[in-house]
């Protein structure tokens, strides 16, 4: 065994491994290790792109693979779970948004009140202990603890005895989910843009102008079952309800009323422009038989 072959081509082995990775540019690449990205300002060589362009891109894109991996494995590197990872540096690259930046929501009454106050939110858990049903229960929403679901409630000493617990306690709920409710539409529409007309239970402090004032007490008035019109008259008003009254002719007319009516009804259609321009129409058959008549000349031809 000729022991000085065998080093030679360990040695030749090693030699062609360092060359498959070892990649020489004219122009030094830049490598944004973090992000994984590598930008090659090398000009393309227009002869090997015109006469073998996916041989030549396959081996530039193997090299700049080659150089960006050949980066990587400089990095310091440890085992998790009987894999070698390599910790990626900080990324220099800024990369584009695709979509602009989040506006800020703005503040609800109760988070502006409890700002002033310094009241800090403490977020209470989502299940709670019944005593009764000995097994954790949600605080609110499905399978929660409804307590006008109770079978039996004890009357106070200071309460009617005769009054209805039961349907107090429904009223009440009703009340505050309504409250709740009305809070919410409130804060929708205190930070929506524009303005909004202060009708009803709309949000405004005070009416804009003069008109708001007309608008409100004209939708107040058509509020009713009688849309206004059996309501007490307000002294000194002098307000009238707006809109545009439809004006329906007679029944009874004249013939030389309707002769005139008639008449101007057929001199507008007959003045209308025609829904069929001729010229275009004509021009287009015109066109298309000499494009037939060329067709067939050029096929006997």
Known sequence: MDVGEIVRQIDDEDELKKSLIRVDKLIDVEIDVGRMLLFDQNSLDDCLTNSKRDQYLKALTRDNVQLLVNKLWELPTERVDEIIVAKLPAPVTILPREKRLPTAKKETKWESFAKLKGINKRKRGRMVWDEELKKWIPRWGYKSQDETKDWAIEVPDQVDPFEDQFAKRVKAKKERVAKNELQRLRNIARNSKGKIKAIGLMPTKMPNDRNDLTVQ????????????????????????SSGKKRKFESNFKSLENEKKQNLNILNKLSAAKPLVDKNRAANLEISAKEAKKLFIFSFIS
């Open 217 to 240: 007490m004209t939708a107040a008035r058509k509020s009713t079952a009688s849309m206004g019109k059996f309501d007490p008259k307000i002294k000194n008003d002098t307000n009238k």
